[in-house]
DNA sequence: TTATACAGTACCAATTTAGTCCTATATTGA
DNA sequence: TCAATATAGGACTAAATTGGTACTGTATAA
């Protein structure tokens, strides 16, 4: 149902942790103890983030990970980008699909349109916007979830 | 990547190639041959969409489908909520979910407000947009399918 | 040289999705 | 009433994806 696969949520529950104090390095042993993802996990993500240049990382011992930019310039169309790849919410709205039979169908083009609508709200969000608190809903609306995450 | 499934594609197409002659009804055998959607996987989608209400279903001779509405009122959210259930980006996003824990968490809530912002999007666009003729893009730009749903 | 911490990759289990098939039910018309 | 037509509702399997873990390699500091 449109969802994010759970190593993108776990990436941005890892990011904001990070931007709130972004001062000293970040091992993968402090992370995992912070948010309550297992380590194995969170070494696989920020390996992804590393390599996508979301962070920095720094080996040996002392070492550890830092934001490679500040949370304001994080969008999280970056964040998903680095974890699963531009977004495409079907074959028809990638760019780099090929098709020779598209003049018979009827809605040609139009997914790539909403692609770019829904991209674009994505690019609008920053993690500096995910950090912001959100009011408490009654049970009846919005249930947030962390423990969730790790099940 | 933010994947809609297979069959949501299909019922958009399918639901697309109703809208145009909508003055009779359409069996799935006609569909299938329109569309070239193997019948099998036709029939599924439409047993699901007439079950959610968005056409109506006529048994036996004779019979075949129809939109319950215009294009203009059927909205892709409600295709995709058809096939798929509501949207909901993360596990966070979602209304019924139940979490101890959540106070420790840095993003607490902001999933719901992203998820939002995306299903507006998807209330706002209809059948009839999806039925908008879409300019051909060069091969470095969008390349639209329509084979490629059937592979 | 040793301990620390990230890099890269391979691997398996669990889940989800796609696709097909079978039986039941409703409708029409001969 | 019977036969033909079409949808309804499940059940089922194969394929693909995802989530999670483990192992080996490399860089750094003391
Ligand atoms: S990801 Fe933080 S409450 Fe769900
Ligand atoms: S669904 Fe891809 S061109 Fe129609």
Redesign the pocket.
């Known amino acids: ?1 449109l ?8 990436a941005t529950v890892l990011l904001a942790y990070m931007a709130k104090t972004n001062s000293h ?7 995992s103890e912070a948010t309550a993802i ?4 969170v ?2 993500v ?2 992804v983030l ?2 996508a240049g979301l962070v920095y ?9 830092q934001l490679a930019q500040v949370p304001e310039q994080i969008t999280v169309a970056s964040i998903i980008g680095a974890l ?1 790849g531009p977004v495409a919410i079907t074959e028809c709205s990638a760019q780099t699909h090929d098709c020779e039979q598209a003049s018979a169908c009827e809605i040609k083009g139009n997914w790539g349109v909403v692609n770019r609508a829904i991209v674009n709200v994505l690019e609008s969000i920053t993690l500096a916007d995910m950090m912001v608190t959100q009011q408490q809903y009654s049970s009846a609306e919005i249930q947030v979830s962390w423990q969730g ?3």
Chains 1, 2 share one sequence.
């Not at 969802?3 to 776990?10: A, I, M, Q």
């Not at 297992?38 to 996990?41: G, M, N, V």
């Not at 990382?57 to 990970?65: F, L, M, N, Q």
Request: no cysteine; glycine share 8%.
């Open positions: 149902m969802r994010l696969s759970k190593l993108t949520d776990y390095l970040h091992t993968a042993l402090e992370l297992h380590l194995p996990t070494s696989k920020m390996k590393s390599k990382a720094i080996r040996g011992s002392k070492g550890g990970y699963e995450l790790s099940r």
